[in-house]
């Protein structure tokens, strides 16, 4: 047996390399440098939704951009001392064992009272945005309404005497503020440009403003590509007005993102090329708004258009609204509320019947229960009762009765007419100067009163620190003063306490349902109130 020699084996053993901190720094610039590109893509103001195009949101995206920044250092710094360690104090070989460091009271300190700096800088930043932002201003120039549905939105303007629109179109420079609200779940209003997002829940009011930068010297009409969309028809406040609702417009986007919005828009919302904007008349700049809540079936198609235009030409589009008269077309409609579900050509998607061969559909006995149907929904299907007059239902129930080999015959807005009398739904459109029924006040105004119920009560008589309706002198009493409570939302000496503006953005006819609602229940008898006499009151309190 050979002797041991200890020299002669250390020196066969390979030297061991020591590591090369030139290495390990060329290494971590080259980590460094693959990570600013993908970390880029995160930073708000390098991508294609930026709120740059009103202040608010520039507020917002300056904060972003400040915390993305702030990461970003600390995100090098920690990988780059992670590479560092990994390299500097790794195992050799496996006969070593590296240095234990069981910790360094003074390194410790100082990176928690770092991230404490950060975080207090971080926090007085946010604050100080999120009061700006979040606080509503006291000079309001206008209020609009934000009112989601299943999948859709309309728009009201109180100040405009209740005008009710599809798209979202306000005056430039002016403060806007929005109450932002739900008829059915949860959905959330985002206007990506212009710094906007909120939750709508049903049965409250959220509230949002901000003040869009305008167009810039000529027509600017549209900076991105159109999508063309159907007419709709909403209610008003003057009989004879239909709303129009014009081509809705979308980003110029690329790549995969433009494959899903073009696949994916139902046949009333896919692009058209060449489309022309219905604000091309206009000085107004568009972008788009969304749905930014996950709501349902349809959220993927929940658009509709910001329109921002030069107060002249706000004015202008107010009068033409005001004033406009548009043709329903059956199909528009149909494919811009029913195609989601029931396909563009009546065939069914999913567990959604088909209207193709179908006895409701092509049975002349069955027309009432087609009418109703439309009306009132079934099951998840939502009713259209309160957003299309009688002659838009009749168009929409007829392309239909008499579309995809159906023959189950037309109907005319007489019928709608008449079964809404019958299944006790208020006339439409309704108001003016025309007296309407008290059982068709009442009607709207529960439905209505169901919002104010979680503090008011079922039964009218809340918790103690809420006022009761049943009783209140206030409500029995001038419906002038209660009226001008739920517009204004400040306080009477009738009614102490603090009252938010409910109804600042109601049209004459339900705040009149709602009134009429809360004089004649629970005990109470005060008479109803009329939509003509509400309109009095808001040309009083102005």
């Known amino acids: ?110 990176w928690t009272m770092g991230a404490l700096l950060i975080q207090v800088y971080i926090g007085i930043l946010t604050i100080d945005v999120m009061y700006s932002t979040e606080v509503i201003p006291d000079d309001v120039d206008m209020t609009v309404e934000a009112v989601a549905r299943t999948w859709d939105w309309h728009f009201v303007y109180p100040d405009q005497g209740g005008l009710v629109h599809e798209d979202l179109v306000v005056p430039a420079h002016k403060t806007v503020k929005l109450e932002v609200t739900s008829q059915d779940v949860i959905h ?39 999508v063309s969309r159907p007419e709709r028809i909403l209610p008003q406040t003057r009989p004879d007005f239909l709303s129009r609702r014009g081509d809705a417009t979308a980003r110029a986007v690329t790549g995969l993102e433009q494959q899903v919005t073009f696949l994916g828009a139902s046949p009333g919302r896919r692009v058209e090329p060449g489309a022309v904007s219905p604000y091309a008349g206009y000085n107004a700049k568009e972008y788009q708004g969304l749905c930014a809540e996950l709501c349902g079936l349809g959220h993927w198609d929940m658009y509709f258009r910001a329109v921002v235009m030069t107060p002249s030409s706000f004015e202008r589009w107010v009068h033409d609204m005001q004033t406009a008269v548009t043709e329903v077309d059956g199909e528009q409609a149909y494919l811009a509320e029913c195609a989601t579900c029931h396909g563009d050509a009546g065939q069914g998607i999913a567990e959604n019947p088909s209207l193709v061969g179908s006895n409701i559909v092509n049975n002349p006995d069955h027309k009432e229960e087609h009418i109703e149907i439309v009306l009132m929904g079934r099951g998840a299907m939502p009713g259209f009762a309160a957003t299309y007059n009688d002659a838009a239902v009749a168009a929409m129930v007829n392309h239909e009765r008499v579309s995809w080999g159906n023959s189950g015959g037309e109907i005319d807005e007489d019928d709608v007419a008449a079964l809404r009398e019958s299944l006790g739904l208020s006339p439409f459109p309704a108001g003016g100067a025309e007296p309407v029924d008290t059982d068709d006040l009442l009607f709207q105004g529960e439905r209505l009163y169901a919002a104010c119920s979680s503090c008011h009560g079922a039964d009218g008589v809340g918790p103690d620190f809420i006022p009761a309706i049943a009783g209140s002198e206030l409500v029995l009493g001038d419906p002038a003063d209660l009226a001008q409570v739920l517009i204004e939302g400040r306080d009477l000496d009738q009614w102490p306490g603090e009252k938010r503006p409910v109804a600042r953005s109601m049209t004459d006819l339900q705040l009149a349902s709602l009134l009429t609602y809360l004089r004649l229940s629970f005990g109470n008898d005060a008479g109803a109130v009329q939509p003509f006499e509400v309109e009095e009151i808001r040309r009083d309190l102005n």
Not at 63 to 85: P, Q
Not at 195 to 222: S, T
């Open 1 to 110: 047996m050979r002797d041991f020699d200890p020299e002669a084996t250390t020196t066969m053993r390979s030297p061991v390399k020591q590591p090369s901190l030139k290495g390990a720094g060329v290494l971590l610039a080259i980590v460094t440098v693959l990570l600013f590109p993908a970390v880029a893509f995160a930073i708000p103001g390098s991508g294609e939704f930026v709120s740059v195009f009103s202040e608010s949101g520039r507020e917002i995206t300056h904060l972003y951009n400040i915390i993305a920044k702030i990461c970003l250092v600390i995100l090098v710094i920690v990988e780059g001392v992670l590479i560092f360690a990994i390299l500097k104090f790794r195992r050799r070989d496996d006969d070593e064992r590296p240095v234990q460091n069981h910790g360094n009271l003074r390194l410790e300190f100082g």
């Open 188 to 226: 959330a209003i985002f206007i990506p440009e212009l710094g906007v997002k909120i939750d709508a829940v049903p049965g409250r009011y959220n509230y949002w403003w901000f003040r869009a930068d305008g167009p810039l010297g000529q027509v600017r009409v549209n900076d991105f590509a159109t």
